[in-house]
């Protein structure tokens, strides 16, 4: 049976079209009352809320990205690439979607993979008023660009050396994994490119 507007609206005229052709009328109920809740009505209320909350995400992110320049980096600049950190967010938000408490439950640890070698960034709690569901790990990728090499090579020999001239590149690919605290269910990867 195919959910449509006239059908849904529960009018007795197509419920009495349909009883002609022989359907039965206690299916019929429980058919609409399967339509009214696999089809909700779209809230734009909940759009706006998820856009917001893509967005302080977002902010989150540049925020650790930030932070961690001069103390765990040891760089000056980071260079992100464009929309990478609201297609984290967005699949963040995708993963969490599940969860019995959404990103509320969420732990995310953020990492930054530098010639194969990992190196802890941050960890964001979403909500430390709820008792932690699921674990993310971000790992961001450095770009491999043998300019930004030659260049931090270069100006760490002359007299412009110092310990925070270098610039580190971010590359637009990333690894997102999802471990469930209190379930049986595996561990889902992402790889983003």
Not at 6 to 11: A, G
Not at 118 to 124: A, E, G, S
Not at 163 to 186: A, E, H, N, P
Request: neutral net charge; charged residues 25%; glycine residues 6%.
């Amino acid at each position: 049976m195919v959910a449509t507007g006239s059908l849904s609206s529960k009018n007795p005229a197509s419920i009495s079209e349909l009883l002609d052709c022989g359907y039965h009328p206690e299916s019929l109920l429980s058919d609409f009352d399967y339509w009214d809740y696999v089809v909700p009505e779209p809230n734009l209320n909940e759009v706006i809320f998820e856009e917001s909350t893509c967005q302080n995400l977002v902010k989150m992110l540049e925020n650790c990205l930030s932070k961690s320049k001069q103390t765990k980096l040891g760089c000056s600049k980071v260079l992100v690439p464009e929309k990478l950190t609201q297609r984290i967010a967005q699949d963040v938000l995708r993963l969490s979607s599940t969860e019995p408490c959404g990103l509320r439950g969420c732990v995310m640890h953020v990492n930054l993979e530098i010639e194969n070698v990992c190196k802890k960034l941050d960890r964001i709690v979403c909500d430390s008023s709820v008792v932690p569901t699921f674990e993310l790990t971000l790992v961001f990728k450095q770009e491999n660009c043998s300019w930004s090499s030659f260049r931090d090579f270069f100006f760490s020999r002359g007299r412009f050396s110092s310990g925070f001239r270098r610039t580190l590149i971010l590359s637009s690919g990333f690894r997102l994994v999802k471990k469930k605290l209190y379930s049986l269910i595996g561990t889902t990867v992402i790889e983003g490119s």
